[in-house]
């Protein structure tokens, strides 16, 4: 799309109210939407999740809303989990050092939509704008199926080094759980019988603050 067609856009969604607003929130639904179908094993956005230890709780909601988000949540989960052990097992402290990717997307289209309007006066512009990116701020609580939320565990390894270990075990767990969800879904071994798919919200929850005992919706 031109920035004709762009600041077009703009313009006729400032009737429905702030148009920043609504292009940042459908920006980040279509990346959320394209991920779950096109991106989970996409290398590059394998580097970001293990940046941002997943996405926050609003865009993983989005994520396990979408049609076959089971198998792309445990996908990518057993690949965080194993993130988090490596993590553990070499001495690095566990953060967040980039944003949530979808929150990343969202703030990219307003910045985009800004420098287009350079300073062009539109209708129903909240004073919000420019935003920052917000930063990725990691669950914390108890401890679910043995394993800490990444926030909290961020804290306990530095406390405490036996901690280390127990959770090293649980999130090595966690994975070989959710390696079996995984396993599951493939074709050849779907009526092989198989009951732990609770491992897959389990996960979400340890990484992004969703309730651990069922499917988010957002």
Same mark, same amino acid.
């Given at each position: 799309?031109?920035?004709?067609?762009?600041?077009?856009?703009?313009?006729?969604?400032?009737?429905?109210?702030c148009?920043?607003?609504?292009?940042?929130?459908?920006?980040? $639904?279509?990346?959320v939407k394209? /991920?779950?179908?096109?991106?989970?094993?996409?290398?590059?956005?394998r580097?970001?999740?293990?940046?941002?230890?997943?996405?926050c709780?609003?865009?993983?909601e989005? /994520?396990?809303?979408q049609?076959?988000?089971p198998?792309?949540?445990?996908?990518?989960?057993?690949?965080l989990c194993?993130?988090?052990?490596?993590r553990?097992?070499?001495?690095?402290?566990?953060?967040?050092?980039?944003?949530?990717?979808?929150?990343?997307?969202?703030?990219?289209?307003?910045?985009?939509?800004?420098?287009?309007?350079?300073?062009?006066?539109?209708?129903?512009?909240?004073?919000?704008?420019?935003?920052?990116?917000?930063k990725r701020?990691?669950?914390?609580?108890?401890?679910?199926?043995?394993?800490?939320?990444?926030?909290?565990?961020?804290?306990?390894?530095?406390?405490?080094?036996?901690?280390?270990?127990?959770?090293?075990?649980?999130?090595?767990a966690m994975?070989?759980?959710l390696?079996?969800?995984?396993?599951?879904?493939?074709?050849?071994? $779907?009526?092989d019988?198989?009951?732990? /798919?609770?491992?897959?919200?389990?996960?979400?929850?340890?990484?992004?603050g969703?309730?651990?005992d $069922?499917?988010?919706?957002?």
């Open positions: 799309m031109n920035d004709r067609a762009v600041l077009h856009d703009i313009i006729e969604a400032s009737a429905a109210g148009p920043l607003c609504q292009r940042r929130d459908a920006a980040e $639904r279509r990346f394209s /991920f779950a179908y096109e991106l989970v094993n996409d290398p590059g956005m580097v970001h999740l293990r940046g941002s230890l997943g996405f709780r609003i865009h993983a989005e /994520f396990a809303a049609v076959g988000a198998l792309a949540v445990s996908l990518i989960h057993s690949d194993g993130h988090v052990v490596e553990l097992e070499t001495n690095h402290p566990i953060r967040a050092m980039r944003p949530c990717p979808a929150c990343e997307i969202g703030g990219q289209r307003e910045r985009h939509d800004l420098e287009l309007l350079g300073g062009s006066a539109v209708p129903n512009l909240c004073a919000t704008h420019p935003a920052p990116v917000p701020g990691l669950p914390t609580g108890p401890s679910v199926a043995g394993a800490l939320p990444v926030g909290s565990l961020a804290h306990a390894v530095r406390t405490d080094r036996q901690e280390v270990k127990l959770q090293g075990r649980a999130y090595s994975r070989r759980r390696e079996a969800v995984v396993h599951h879904y493939d074709y050849r071994f $779907r009526d019988p198989f009951d732990d /798919f609770g491992a897959t919200w389990q996960a979400l929850a340890l990484f992004s969703t309730h651990p $069922r499917r988010p919706s957002p």
